[in-house]
């Protein structure tokens, strides 16, 4: 498929789990790009972090709380206090993946070639074949107008994010307000668990009015989770 890129986003300590999901994808002849995950035990010697979470002056002071363990905390401009909805002190797992969908943005619309129009970004342990990779082909010719595809198999694509195809229109949309200092991140403050990527999505969707699809297509699961609810 020449009209989409491929990414895998994928932890540096689990270089294992890249070179299983890299031969499935070149066994299907699908070029891909590693983005390196970001660890959300270390976001503040993270580059991309430190660029993205600077210092938003016009949200200093202002409360952020997380519901789940009845932690709040103002926010003060460091990284560790910019995710409205998740612990200050804890959620370093989804606040790595947050990051790491971001980042996947930020380098597609930095670097996206002519003529591709579409993103699927998989997660490192999302079981691909030429199957899943048909599937996606044969959704994008229907010719069906909606700018996100839920691929994963968990609850009908509502489970997780395993795999998520996005067009390109709606790319600066998701990278604006899903980046944790957002109106609309901060909007969320109240809800419980609001900013763990999946929750955090589903809201955008719902909230936006974005047009989506559903095509399960995609297993994982198959290492154990790197996600932190602590």
Known sequence: MDNVEFYVINLDKNKDRY????????NVTTKHTRIRAVDGYDLKNDNFCKDILQ????????????????????YDGTI????????????????????SNLKCFEQFQRNTLKGIEW??????????????????????????VFDVALLDKRA??????????????IIPHIYKNLHPLSEF???????????LWDWMLWRYLRTFDVKFTNLPIIDSGRYPSTISVS
């Not at 009908?156 to 229109?169: F, I, S």
């Open 19 to 26: 070179t299983k999901i890299s031969e499935s994808l070149t």
């Open 55 to 74: 210092c938003n002056e016009t949200l200093l002071g202002t409360i952020f709380s997380s519901d789940h363990i009845n932690d709040t905390w103002l």
């Open 80 to 99: 560790d206090k910019s995710f409205p909805g998740l612990q200050s002190n804890g959620h370093y797992g989804y606040k790595g993946l947050t990051m």
């Open 119 to 144: 993103l699927c970004v998989l997660e490192d342990d999302a079981v691909i074949d030429d199957k899943v990779i048909k599937s996606i082909g044969n959704l994008i010719k229907t010719g069906n």
């Open 156 to 169: 009908n694509g509502w489970g997780g994010t395993a795999g998520m195809l996005y067009h390109k229109r």
């Open 185 to 195: 991140s901060s909007d969320w403050v109240n809800e419980r668990l609001t900013n």
